[in-house]
């Protein structure tokens, strides 16, 4: 038994070091003087997110500012990540209301279901990406800090896009 | 009463200063110096993460003050207020000297370095260095060499294996290019007759660059000084993927911020001495009349200029060398220093001596038609180094393979041990 290794014969030719160090001098030397930057310089520029883009939720409101939500309870029930706690109440009126509304967003994995089952069009996923808190508890939004929130909200699917995903 | 007239004697501009005003102008030189060289320091630091970004198509450090230009002071706060940490069992007292010992002999060497023509001042002439040794030549040489010690000693007295290998890597390094570094600028004493720098520059004024004189001396000189400032492709002492840093693993704080300050230094030093010794130091290229006196203040302030551009372009050239270039491996450099570099050299100061006793012989004054019989025959060495010895020869490859009879060796070892193994032993 020998050891089959296939001794190639290497093309001494083509090898060089200095000349394809001056090579590679000439393309880095290219690039110094006509950089192709792609780095969004992030705090004076910003992408362009796309409509569908689904960031932390935002509750609407009605014209005179209370949440949309009539704690019909099916955003909880749709929450693949169990991360929506409602407690519902019902007014002198009948109408009902969420007494407890939270959102868990170290739970949440931004599927976007709430924001498609809610019948009264009431919480939205929100078109933004700047979510930095101070501490952890922070991160459970409740309905007052969600009905706060200003940024723009998902549209769930792209008018342009003709293939309606 | 003690009036500036008693110390600052009027004199001739243009002869030799009095002891005294030697002595002022001496220190003004020093700290004017200093203080150009820790700047120039401190930017090439910020000049080589611009550049890299550049050239790696990123932007770089841009947030700090117009263009980021203050980021070196916010680098410089953030490292003083760092915390120092010592690792256990560490040799203290070698641990703490050890960046000083780095960063020292960087800054020594530019004692000798002459940066412009001679200034004229009322009180007597200056000579635009600090000390005009009239052995500068051979104090740089002595003097860069002592830059491995604080490597080693870093290595070292951190008690850490890797840091140990790191500085180990430095020494065997330093030794192995420090020897053909020598050999290159022993064709620069051939053709200069002399030791003083301030006579290699004018005799490069005289003949033409020394680059051009001696081209393959320049480019052995050029590899080495890459090599001894630990510079990629030959920054071995710190590859991070095998040594984690190297000897300066174990270094926090300012005392690691003085390794890479120390090799800035380092770096810019040896530009200087490239400069110097290769091309035409503070001469100004294609005109005579900046080389002799009277001197004037014009004169000096020019030929500072042409001085720094040079040292500019070649801490340029390290840095976009350094984003080119991947490390090489150990025995690569080992093999490049003693296998290529040492004999290359030994040759060329053959050569050269001989052209050089052959011209003089034949009675050609040493001038412009010297400096061209020279430029020809480093045109042919250059033309046989490129396109000959350059043929997969100056670098084994990474993937290069055993000869015949490395092959069979190993397979009759292979057999043997086979053979070993069925009889059960």
């Not at chain 1, 949440?108 to 996923?125: K, T, W």
Request: net charge neutral; hydrophobic share 45%.
């Amino acid at each position: 038994m020998t050891i089959k290794v296939k001794v190639m014969e290497r093309p001494i030719e083509d090898v060089s070091y200095v000349r394809a160090t001056v090579k590679g001098l000439g393309l880095t030397f290219k690039h110094l003087i006509d950089p192709h930057k792609v780095t969004v310089q992030y705090p004076d520029e910003r992408w362009d997110i796309s409509p569908r883009w689904r960031g932390t939720h935002r509750m609407l409101t009605t014209e005179d500012g209370k949440a949309k939500c009539v704690a019909c309870g099916l955003c909880p029930t749709v929450c693949p990540a169990n991360c929506i706690k409602l407690v519902p109440g019902e007014d002198e009126e009948g109408n009902r209301y969420p007494l407890v509304f939270e959102i868990d967003e170290f739970r949440c994995i931004f599927c976007g279901y709430c924001q498609e089952v809610c019948p009264e069009e009431a919480i939205h996923m929100g078109r933004h990406y700047e979510n930095s808190e101070y501490t952890r508890d922070a991160f459970v939004y409740d309905l007052k800090r969600l009905t706060e929130q200003q940024h723009p909200v998902c549209e769930m699917w792209d008018p342009e896009d003709e293939k309606g995903a | 009463m003690i009036t500036p007239d008693l110390f600052l004697q009027v004199a001739n501009p243009q002869g030799d200063p009095s002891l005294v005003v030697f002595v002022i102008g001496t220190v003004v030189k020093m700290v004017a110096i200093f203080t150009i060289y820790m700047v120039g320091v401190a930017y090439t630091t910020f000049a080589e993460r611009r550049v890299s970004a550049w050239i790696q198509d990123r932007h770089g450090p841009n947030r700090v003050g117009p263009q980021g230009i203050l980021q070196v002071a916010a680098d410089g706060i953030k490292n003083i207020m760092k915390e120092e940490t010592y690792p256990n069992f560490a040799s203290k007292a070698i641990f703490i000297l050890a960046p000083g010992l780095v960063f020292v002999p960087a800054m020594i060497t530019w004692a000798v370095i002459p940066f412009g023509s001679p200034l004229p001042t009322p009180w007597g002439r200056i000579d635009l260095v600090v000390a005009d040794l009239p052995v500068g030549f051979l104090f740089t040489l002595a003097i860069s060499s002592i830059g491995v010690y604080g490597i080693v000693l870093a290595g070292w007295s951190s008690n850490n294996k890797y840091a140990l290998l790191g500085g180990l890597r430095a020494s065997a390094q330093m030794v192995s290019y420090e020897i053909a570094m020598g050999m290159s600028t022993v064709c620069v004493l051939l053709l200069a007759g002399n030791v003083s720098l301030n006579q290699v520059v004018a005799q490069q004024s005289q003949m033409g660059w020394n680059a051009f004189l001696l081209t393959v001396a320049a480019f052995v000189f050029l590899i080495s000084a890459f090599a001894e400032t630990n510079r990629v492709p030959f920054d071995l002492p710190e590859a991070e993927s095998e040594l984690i840093a190297g000897y300066h693993t174990e270094y926090s704080a300012m005392k690691f911020s003085m390794f890479p300050i120390a090799e800035y230094a380092n770096m810019i030093t040896a530009s200087a001495l490239m400069a110097t010794l290769f091309f035409g130091g503070w001469d100004i290229p294609f005109t005579q009349w900046d080389n002799a006196g009277p001197w004037t203040v014009l004169k000096s302030v020019l030929t500072f200029g042409a001085f720094a551009s040079k040292v500019l372009f070649f801490i340029f050239f390290y840095i976009w060398i350094r984003w080119t270039l991947p490390r090489f491996r150990y025995d690569q450099l080992m093999s490049l220093g003693w296998k290529l570099l040492l004999p290359m050299t030994l040759i060329y100061v053959v050569i050269v001596a001989t052209a050089v006793l052959a011209l003089d012989m034949a009675g050609v004054t040493r001038g412009p038609l010297f400096g061209g019989a020279l430029f020809a025959i480093n045109v042919v060495l250059m033309g046989v180094i490129l396109f000959i010895l350059d043929r997969g020869r100056l670098i084994s490859p990474a993937h290069s393979r055993l000869d015949a009879s490395g092959v069979d060796q190993l397979r009759s070892v292979s057999r043997d041990r086979i053979k070993l193994a069925r009889k059960g032993t």
